[in-house]
């Protein structure tokens, strides 16, 4: 698999819905296709609905991780 | 093109204003466009004299909600009018002034936050709603 290049770090830890995503809408909207963003959150609603925005743009889910009551996600741009 | 989602706000309490800013940025987030009427007292509640202050709750959140609501605040939840504000920069969110309530309380289009784009009748409100979905809060 090759590794990925993380062209921003969006911190999102401690905000509430719809934050997180508008912020990743936000900064996706501004990086070339195909660099990829990482974005950080606390908003255990992230875990669908970055899925489904995802699904919904036709941008890729690259990466799901969590840590403890963080979570992980890279995004690459399409 | 997408249909948009087509958002009536009647109440003008900051709970339901701010349930209406959470709809508004998640769809412009998905790149939905989204059409805001604002009638009665939601539209009181856009005056660029009012619009920071504390426009209260709806009844049903009684004590504990007020609680509830002001400790996501002071946890640095954005206000319904900062979550528009963001939604606006981030799609195609227009948001008209219902021109009968306009009359009713008196206003004039400078007396509105800059984030109401425009005054118009529900004739051109429903025109913009083309097929889509209408939601009244």
Same mark, same amino acid.
Not at chain 1, 18 to 32: D, G, L
Not at chain 1, 54 to 64: D, H, I, K, S
Not at chain 2, 114 to 128: I, K, W
């Given at each position: ?13 401690? /905000? ?23 974005? /950080?959150?606390?908003?255990? $609603?992230?875990?669908?609905?970055? #899925? ?5 743009? %036709?941008?890729? &889910? ?5 840590? $403890? #009551? ?9 | ?10 109440? %003008? ?5 701010? *349930? ?8 412009? *987030? ?6 805001? !009427?604002?009638?009665?007292?939601? /539209? ?13 709750? +709806?009844?049903?959140? %009684?004590?504990?909600?007020?609680? =509830?609501?002001?400790?996501? =605040?002071?946890? $640095?939840? =954005?206000?319904?009018?900062?979550? &528009? ?11 008209? +002034? ?22 118009? %009748?529900?004739? +051109? !409100?429903?025109?913009? +709603?083309?097929? $889509?979905?209408?939601? !009244?809060?």
């Amino acid at each position: 698999m090759p590794v990925i290049e993380i062209s921003q770090s969006i911190d999102a830890r401690g /905000l509430s819905c719809p934050m997180p995503i508008v912020k990743t809408a936000q900064t996706v909207k501004a990086i070339p296709s195909g660099a990829a963003v990482e974005l /950080l959150a606390t908003d255990p $609603g992230s875990i669908k609905d970055v #899925a489904a925005w995802c699904r919904a743009t %036709g941008n890729e &889910l690259v990466e799901q991780t969590s840590d $403890g #009551a963080v979570y992980r996600f890279v995004i690459r741009r399409k | 093109m997408e249909q948009p989602l087509n958002l009536v706000l009647f109440s %003008g309490t900051d709970d339901k204003l701010q *349930a209406a800013a959470v709809l508004t940025a998640g769809a412009a *987030a998905l790149g939905k466009p989204v059409n805001i !009427f604002l009638q009665y007292w939601a /539209l009181e509640s856009f005056r660029a004299d009012r619009i920071a202050e504390d426009h209260g709750l +709806a009844p049903e959140a %009684g004590a504990a909600g007020r609680i =509830a609501v002001d400790d996501l =605040a002071a946890a $640095g939840q =954005a206000s319904w009018a900062e979550t &528009l504000r963001q939604a606006k920069e981030l799609g195609e969110v227009d948001i008209q +002034a219902c021109s009968l309530s306009m009359d009713l309380l008196k206003l004039e289009q400078t007396d509105l936050d800059p984030l109401v784009d425009g005054v118009e %009748g529900v004739t +051109a !409100f429903y025109l913009n +709603a083309d097929e $889509g979905r209408i939601v !009244f809060i």
